[in-house]
């Protein structure tokens, strides 16, 4: 039995190795660097310099306040937008359905520079499609891109838009996986679908809803690509800048990397914390 365990740990030892030097070992180095002054040369330990500054950085919190205003607001409009389309797709009534399917999850398979550029064409403000349908109804145009509100606004829509179909596809699966005889049961005891969603989809999908929260909830903290993109490095005037731009900022264009992984740090202690509130808070009572 020894022999055969040895020789498992053999086979795998090559991948621990690489496991190791390029996931461990950067994951460590990185929570070191976080108590070292990085602008001075050479590096020097000054365990209070990053966190001290991270505790009194305005751009911290205000980084910080952009992404849990992108959470609190974007995440649950986009879960119950996925779940309306999840409804749709499972519907009997619905043609085509593998063709939707596809339509729905391409976003997920566009590549973030080309659909950033077709988003800021799109919301132009002076030839973008939006305003010109806004024109077309007897609206005003909109700066989406000089305003921090409608910029915010733009962020929210451009991660709903590329998200939504994917975790549509995760709840539709959910869906396929609760046993018919239940459906039949209700309909036998003359319960209507609204009942029937609120009292068995609903309750049954409560796994799955939780796990597209929290793939939301850590995708949401990391958020970079569209207020990178899009509003052009977290403009108007750092109002769209995230927490993962902010270290972005710090880390590669300041090369303060100390203080980067402070945030970075920061960053997933913050989704470790809010995602097990979450869990927490849905957790089944016995």
Same mark, same amino acid.
């Given at each position: 039995m020894r022999n055969r365990n040895a020789t498992a740990y053999r086979f795998l030892a090559?991948?621990?190795?690489?496991?190791?030097?390029?996931?461990?070992?950067?994951?460590?180095s990185s929570f070191l660097i976080s108590f070292q002054a990085t602008r001075t040369v050479p590096w020097r330990f000054a365990p209070g310099f990053n966190w001290g500054r991270l505790i009194g950085d305005?751009?911290?919190?205000?980084?910080?306040?952009?992404?849990?205003?992108?959470?609190?607001?974007?995440?649950? !409009?986009?879960? #119950?937008? +996925?779940?309306? &389309?999840?409804?749709?797709?499972?519907?009997?009534l619905l043609k085509a359905k593998g063709l939707y399917r596809f339509a729905f999850f391409a976003p997920v398979v566009v590549g973030e520079v080309a659909y950033s550029a077709v988003f800021r064409l799109m919301f132009s403000l002076d030839f973008g499609i939006v305003n010109k349908l806004l024109n077309s109804v007897g609206l005003p145009k909109i700066d989406w891109f000089s305003? !921090?509100?409608? #910029?915010? +606004?733009?962020? &929210?829509?451009a991660v709903t838009w590329r998200w939504a179909g994917y975790n549509a596809i995760i709840l539709l699966a959910g869906m396929q996986s609760i046993p018919e005889d239940v459906y039949e049961a209700a309909t036998l005891d003359r319960v209507s679908k609204l009942k029937q969603f609120f009292y068995i989809t609903l309750p049954l999908l409560k796994p799955v809803i939780v796990f597209c929260l929290v793939l939301s909830i850590i995708g949401t903290m990391q958020l970079f690509t569209e207020p990178f993109l899009i509003t052009e490095r977290g403009g108007p005037g750092g109002g769209t800048e995230t927490l993962g731009l902010l270290l972005y900022r710090q880390g590669f264009r300041s090369l303060n990397f100390g203080y980067a992984s402070a945030v970075a740090y920061t960053m997933a202690a913050l989704a470790i914390v809010i995602t097990l509130v979450q869990l927490w808070l849905t957790r089944e009572k016995q």
């Open positions: 090559p991948y621990l190795l690489i496991f190791s030097v390029f996931w461990v070992w950067p994951i460590i305005p751009a911290f919190f205000n980084a910080l306040q952009n992404t849990l205003l992108i959470l609190v607001i974007q995440v649950p !409009v986009m879960i #119950a937008l +996925a779940m309306v &389309m999840a409804v749709l797709l499972n519907s009997p305003n !921090v509100t409608p #910029a915010m +606004a733009l962020i &929210m829509i």
